[in-house]
């Protein structure tokens, strides 16, 4: 099972670090979460299931998903989402160690969402997508993510099925269905975890959708997953207050990964 806290709990940071993962109730207030999702639905209508479009790849992404990207110009609530206290100081706290890492960045910031009959995504790691040969991603946190329920996630709709404590795992070791859980949330709560931790999506048996909003923070000497100056409008990005473009690695001087 996964620990539940408020905000204001002083367990969380002990809870990631032991379980990999923990869910924070009423991470975000109704009303964000609301202006959220009506700014998000257009653009979902406007996008057809499986709308990655990566071929053979499209089984592990989802045949009955849909994953919305440049979210900064799809939604002018993203900034309150981006300067989230909790998330800065807890993937500040998980990140900021090491010679090379002196920053965190966001390395995307994604809507996903599953349709009905979306079957269970095959179990992995987010960090992996930074592993290449003669490198452990298991040595330390490189990643630390939320995902965010801006519908609820129930055990029928497809809520996240994380496996605790598996960050601490061999990375040859295959979880078994006893050492799953659902992350079974309230709209609005945050599953908050390392990026090494072992999860996947749920399998949505009901006709609504669940819809979540993932942000990924990242050591900042690696390279970011989604380009946010390609993503999203320049214009967009260049209004946003110099901390926040930081974040998405616009810094003066150029665009450019600045450790």
């Known amino acids: 099972m996964l620990q539940h806290f408020s905000r204001e709990d002083a367990g969380i940071k002990d809870a990631i670090a032991e379980d990999g993962a923990c869910i924070v109730d009423n991470f975000l207030p109704d009303t964000l979460r609301q202006a959220l999702l009506d700014d998000f639905i257009p653009h ?23 994953r919305l990207h440049g979210l900064v110009s799809r939604s002018e609530q993203m900034k309150e989402v981006m300067r989230d206290s909790l998330l800065h100081s807890l993937a500040t706290s998980f990140l900021g160690k090491g010679d090379r890492c002196k920053d965190i960045r966001i390395s995307t910031m994604e809507l996903m969402v599953l ?3 979306q ?10 997508s930074w592993a290449h040969p003669g490198v452990d991603t298991k040595q330390g946190d490189i990643l630390f993510s939320a995902n965010i329920a801006l519908t609820p996630f129930t055990p029928t709709n497809g809520a996240t099925v994380v496996v605790p404590g598996s960050h601490h795992w061999p990375s ?3 979880p078994q269905a006893s050492e799953t859980c659902q992350a079974v949330m309230d709209p609005g709560a945050a599953l908050l975890y390392s990026g090494n931790v072992i999860h996947a999506g749920g399998h949505n048996q009901e006709s609504a959708m669940r819809a979540g909003l993932y942000v990924g923070f990242l050591q900042s000497h690696l390279r970011p997953l989604e380009n946010h100056l390609v993503t ?28």
């Open 115 to 117: 349709g009905q009959d």
């Open 119 to 128: 079957e269970q995504q095959a179990f992995h790691t987010d960090a992996d």
């Open 172 to 174: 040859d070791r295959q």
């Open 44 to 66: 979902l209508d406007a996008v057809s299931w499986n709308n990655t479009d990566r071929g053979e790849d499209s089984s592990f992404f989802g045949f009955k998903t849909k």
């Open 232 to 259: 999203n409008k320049l214009e967009d990005v260049q209004a946003l207050p110099e901390k926040l473009c930081k974040l998405l690695d616009v810094v003066e001087g150029g665009y450019t990964i600045i450790a």
